[in-house]
Nanobody, 115 residues
Framework: QVQFVESGGGSVQAGESLTLSCTGS????????MYWYRQVPGRGREFVCE???????RCADSVNDRFAISRDIEKKTMSLRMDKLTPNDTGIYYC?????????WGPGTQVTVSE
């Protein structure tokens, strides 16, 4: 059974950093593209970053110079390093994986950034 679980969320002040983690199980970690998305109040669920099976990465323009995605295949963990956080980054962050033509989501982790 494919599963994802996020961790590392919390409450920080603007300008601070957080690192989120997503642990996957039930599939060959590293074989599939994986993503970070976020659910932002009033803006719906939006793409944040992706990492491909060849470790190619891409992030949304709004976070490209502040966030970095990475993956540790041995630990079956994908990470999202977030620097220079702003209140606009507040939301629920989700891990997503597309495995064998099915899409799976984790339950999410809350990130709150205050002024």
């Amino acid at each position: 059974q494919v599963q994802f679980v996020e961790s590392g969320g919390g409450s920080v002040q603007a300008g601070e950093s957080l690192t989120l983690s997503c642990t996957g199980s039930g599939f060959r970690f590293g074989w599939y593209i994986m993503y970070w998305y976020r659910q932002v109040p009033g803006r719906g669920r939006e793409f944040v970053c992706e990492i491909t099976s060849l470790d190619g990465t891409r992030c949304a323009d709004s976070v490209n110079d502040r966030f970095a995605i990475s993956r540790d295949i041995e630990k079956k963990t994908m990470s999202l390093r977030m620097d220079k956080l702003t209140p606009n980054d507040t939301g629920i962050y989700y891990c997503r994986g597309d495995v064998d033509m099915r899409t799976y989501w984790g339950p999410g982790t809350q990130v709150t950034v205050s002024e």
